[in-house]
C-alpha cells in the first residue's frame, strides 16, 4: 500500500483545521500512519522544499513555515500521493475547486493550509525527513496488546 507526507502549514493549524483536515482524509479512507505536532528549524522547511530553492518565494516560504506549529502526518492509502493530492487541490487556493481541502479553506498561494507529496520519491524523502526510520512500513513497532499474551511476571512454567 502506498504512503505519502502531508503536513498542515502553520496558517492551518493557527486556524484550528487539524480536526476537519484529518476527518476528511478518514472519511476518504485513508489509514493514519504517524502524526506529529512541531515547529520546524529553517534547515529543515529549506530542506523539504529544496526544488524550490532557485525561486523568488523561497525566502518568503521558508519563513511562512518556521513561523508557528506544523502537523507533519503520514496516510497510507491506494494510490496515496495522487489520490491526497486531489482532496487538497490546486496549489493557488484562488484556482482550488471548492470541495477541496485548499478550495475550501484558504485564498492566497503563500498561505494555502496544507502541503502533500508530489511523487512517490518525494513521499519517500519527506517521511524520512519528519519521521526517520518510523514512517517505514513493514518495520514492527510496540503493541501494547501484545503484552497480554506474556506470561505474568514471575510466571514459573
Ligand atoms: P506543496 O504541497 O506545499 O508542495 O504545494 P504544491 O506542490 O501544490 O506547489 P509547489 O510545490 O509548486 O509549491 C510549494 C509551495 O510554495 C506552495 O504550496 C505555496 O505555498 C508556495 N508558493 C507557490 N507559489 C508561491 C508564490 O508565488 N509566493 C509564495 N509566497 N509562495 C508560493
Ligand atoms: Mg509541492
Known amino acids: 500500500m502506498e504512503r505519502t507526507f502531508v503536513m498542515i502549514k502553520p496558517d492551518g493549524v493557527r486556524k484550528g483545521l487539524i480536526g476537519p483536515i484529518l476527518t476528511r482524509f478518514e472519511q476518504k479512507g485513508f489509514k493514519l500512519q504517524e502524526m506529529k505536532l512541531m515547529r520546524i528549524e529553517r534547515d529543515k522547511a529549506e530542506q523539504h522544499y529544496q526544488e524550490h530553492r ?6 518568503e516560504l521558508v519563513s511562512f513555515l518556521t ?3 506544523v502537523c507533519a502526518m503520514v496516510w497510507e492509502g491506494p494510490n496515496a500521493v495522487a489520490a491526497a493530492r486531489l482532496l487538497i487541490g490546486h496549489t493557488n487556493p484562488a484556482n482550488a475547486a471548492p ?3 485548499r478550495g475550501d479553506f484558504a485564498l492566497e498561494v503563500a498561505e494555502n493550509i496544507i502541503h502533500g507529496s508530489d511523487s512517490a520519491e518525494s513521499a519517500d524523502r519527506e517521511m524520512e525527513l519528519f519521521f526517520g526510520t518510523d514512517a517505514k512500513p513493514g518495520i514492527p513497532s510496540f503493541d501494547v496488546d501484545e503484552l497480554d499474551s506474556y506470561p505474568a511476571h514471575g510466571t514459573i512454567h
Request: charged residues 15%.
Open 54 to 59: 532557485e525561486k523568488a518565494f523561497f525566502g
Open 99 to 101: 470541495g477541496t481541502i
Open 67 to 69: 513561523s508557528g506549529q
